[in-house]
């Protein structure tokens, strides 16, 4: 069943609108707390039911957001070349600073205690506890994307003609190098290590099976994918870049080679531009280039709408519990759905 904007949208019933007059870059959970990242600069924090309270942070855009290690606070990334640490009551620490930078790539894992920047052509990294860069490694070109795998020790870094593995927790790591031609801009890796996802300037993905480094193609996207989230057993990988959300198969050794992806959400006239796959059910959350936000379940076609035509969804993300969905749009406007309400 697909989506129309005729449908009556649960934000309506069990959730609110925030508008905060600038574009949200990320947006993140600390338990019930939804923190938003702007494209001015100030990062919102927006507690259960309370309004927003703007950080300044940035004295530029902020282009890149995890949490932190440790689960209090969050870590941003800016065009002035800053990487600081936004806690909840607004205090905010510099991590790093980078002259005529920006700091377009973070990523972060609770489990080593390991964060990691994109900065040009470096991979910056702290260890846990760090206040201060551990360590770096350096690639032949800019960094497209980062990925931690979920012991967060394996570290990819995409890059103009394919991706690095490494080590993330050791300075001395050896290498794997690998290679496809082309500008490979975002990459996510298997939670288990098993294969190494990349998204490619022409569209379509491109990936590896790391056991024996084996080359997979993902293509038939309309747009280029910008948006991954993988399901909670890492059967499935969600994508964006198509009018439906296109999730790919990764429950046996060879992933999605030889079989065919499954559609879901699919909306006629837009593209999917974000998906986040609920931390505890198989459902899905898919977000459209027209504003439209839904929810798609695994085992049918049947979708549910969440919030009306709108900009374009920028950001989009459950937290930990499941029990909280939030999302981002281009013009300001944040949608935020309590699902303790609707139960």
């Known amino acids: 069943m ?19 007059e600038a574009a949200p870059t990320a947006l993140l959970w600390l338990g019930t707390n939804a923190a938003v990242t702007l494209g001015d600069g100030r990062l919102c924090w927006i507690p259960d039911g309370e309004d927003a309270q703007p950080v300044p942070v940035h004295g530029g855009a902020i282009l890149s957001a995890c949490r932190h290690p440790d689960g209090t606070a969050i870590v941003t990334g800016g065009d002035d070349g800053q990487i600081c640490r936004v806690s909840p009551d607004g205090a905010v620490t510099q991590l790093g600073h980078f002259p005529r930078k920006w700091v377009e790539h973070l990523a972060a894992s609770p489990a080593s205690g390991l964060l990691v920047a994109g900065v040009g052509k470096e991979a910056i990294a702290w260890t846990r506890g760090a206040d201060a860069p551990s360590h770096r490694y350096a690639v032949a070109s ?16 995409a890059h103009y003609n394919g991706a690095t593995l490494l080590y993330g927790t050791n300075p001395d790591s050896g290498r794997v190098a690998l290679a496809w031609t082309g500008s490979h801009l975002a990459c996510t890796l298997h939670p288990e290590g098993r294969f190494l996802l ?8 491109h990936g590896w099976r790391l056991a024996d480094l084996r080359d997979m193609r993902m293509s038939g996207y309309t747009a280029k994918t910008r948006s991954f989230s993988w399901d909670r057993k890492g059967k499935w990988l969600a994508t964006s870049g198509d009018a439906a959300a296109i999730l790919w198969p990764f429950d046996g050794k060879d992933g999605p080679m030889g079989k065919a992806p499954l559609l879901r959400a699919e909306r006629k006239g837009a593209l999917v531009t974000q998906v986040a796959f609920h931390p505890k059910d198989e ?17 049918d076609e049947n979708t549910l709408l969440l919030d009306t035509a709108g900009a374009p969804v920028a950001t989009l993300a459950w937290n930990d519990a499941g029990t909280r969905l939030g999302w981002g749009c281009e013009d300001g406007r944040v949608g935020i759905l309590n699902m303790d309400a609707r139960a």
Do not use: F, N
């Open 198 to 205: 990349t998204a490619l300037q022409e569209t379509g993905l």
């Open 283 to 299: 459902v899905l959350a898919v977000g459209y280039g027209d504003g439209i936000v839904a929810l798609a379940r695994l085992a």
């Open 2 to 20: 697909a989506t129309t904007a005729a449908d009556s949208p649960l934000i309506q019933r069990h959730g609110r609108h925030v508008e905060l």
């Open 142 to 157: 800019t960094i497209g994307g980062l990925a931690l795998d979920a012991k967060g020790k394996r570290l990819a870094v």
